[in-house]
């Protein structure tokens, strides 16, 4: 038996937790939907460029290398 609610007891308290913090989550609002939207797109963007400048600068110094 003590092996049985050894197994049990985390399940239990994971099953707890996991619905207080549903209880707590709320929708985000139109305000914070568009902050968080404009923070994700700028960090694409960012991404992009240092990709796109990386890129730039690989393409000459492998055609040097390859020397092709």
Do not use: W
């Amino acid at each position: 038996m003590d092996q049985v609610m050894q197994l049990v007891d985390p399940a239990k308290q994971f099953s707890k937790d996991s619905y207080r913090l549903i209880k707590r989550c709320t929708k985000p609002d139109r305000k914070e939907f568009q902050k968080i939207a404009m923070a994700t797109a700028v960090g694409f963007a960012i991404m992009g460029f240092i990709g796109f400048f990386v890129k730039l600068i690989h393409i000459p110094i492998n055609n040097i290398i390859v020397g092709s």
